[in-house]
């Protein structure tokens, strides 16, 4: 009878396995969800091949864990056969398996944070010192590849984060591929309070932030038909006497014309805040993610209710999810 199960099998330094002679030892701890009665029917790409008489579930595993692009494999008890796959982020179990009774499927559990159909990508924290913009391209932080035991809670929430002393970033930003939409969000005492969805198809890992892509948003319509906005990017102006990421923002220039729709400043101190063009903003400490609380404009200037802008606020964290096609 096929059952779908979640088993815990790690392969720790130090654990030797005897195949037909030959030992095999794991240098990686791996943790895998297996499918007893289940066959993959994805086109995924087939990394390697084994087949042995004494060929077990559990050996197939093992030489997924010794394998560094191993994400998935299946083992046929009829022909003992086991076959290794690359991993793919996309693969969805209820979609990409097909029952029969002669085969074990393996995933590895690699700490994918997932809601629904959304995985998270990235979360970046306020006011802790560390820029999201760096942190973003950063390929060497992968905190869920491999998974690490040590890693705060309450940095992958969106609620009780009080304690979070670091930003959340996935490996998936690193394997931008098959992305169907984005979802950027602003929480403020755990509630989203902004959010902008993006089309994500044929995008990047920077692209996906363009007023193009845009299918709704907090501030829809006003934001979709602003003729003002400079182009949005992560990677905004970001120099000696500001530094401003993530943008959605307009009329640069002068500090008390500026607008915004969200806004990060991602480093100490801003110019416009220091010659007291703006309301007067705590900027000792970074990052600082700002958004309007209305349904257009916000603002941080002095001028900001003449202009007919609304109030900018700040949020404490600043999510982005992806859906897979």
């Known amino acids: 009878m096929a059952t779908r199960g979640y088993f815990t099998w ?13 030992w095999i030892v794991s240098s990686r701890r791996a943790r895998y969800s297996v499918n007893k ?16 008489p004494k060929m077990t579930s559990i050996k197939c595993a093992a030489f997924c864990c010794l394998n560094s692009e191993c994400g998935h494999f299946h083992f046929s008890n009829v022909n003992n056969s086991c076959y290794i796959f690359k991993e793919e982020v996309w693969f969805t179990p209820s979609r990409d398996l097909t029952a029969d009774p002669n085969w074990t499927t393996g995933t590895l559990l690699n700490g994918l944070i997932r809601r629904g159909s959304w995985f998270l990508v990235f979360r970046g924290q306020g006011r802790i010192g560390v820029s ?38 996935s490996h998936i930003l690193d394997s931008w591929t098959n992305i169907g939409e984005v979802h950027f ?19 990047n890992m920077s692209s996906w932030i363009n007023k193009n892509r845009i299918i709704s948003s907090t501030w829809s319509p006003a934001l979709d038909n602003d003729p003002d906005i400079h182009e949005p990017r ?85 999510a982005v999810w992806v859906k897979f096609l």
């Not at 009665?37 to 042995?52: C, E, K, T, Y």
């Open 37 to 52: 009665g289940f066959r993959i029917n994805a086109d995924l790409h087939q990394v390697a091949f084994f087949s042995a």
């Open 10 to 22: 790690n392969f720790l330094l130090g654990m030797a396995l005897v195949l037909d002679s030959v």
């Open 132 to 169: 999201v913009k760096e942190t973003w391209y950063d390929s060497s932080q992968q905190d869920d590849k491999p998974w690490r035991d040590d890693f705060p809670q309450a940095c992958l929430r969106i609620t009780d984060y009080s304690q979070c002393d670091r930003h959340f970033r």
């Open 185 to 203: 969000t602003l929480v403020k005492d755990d509630v989203e309070v902004a959010y902008i969805l993006f089309d994500g198809t044929g995008s």
């Open 234 to 318: 992560i990677s905004g102006h970001c120099g000696h006497d500001s530094c401003r990421q993530f943008r959605f923002y307009g009329s640069y220039g002068f500090c008390y014309t500026d607008f915004l729709y969200t806004l990060t400043i991602d480093k100490v101190q801003d110019v416009c805040n220091e010659y007291g063009q703006w309301k007067p903003q705590d900027l000792n400490t970074f990052p600082v993610f700002y958004y309007s609380n209305g349904p257009g404009r916000g603002s941080l200037g002095l001028d900001q209710e003449s202009l007919g802008y609304y109030e900018a606020e700040e949020a404490d964290v600043m």
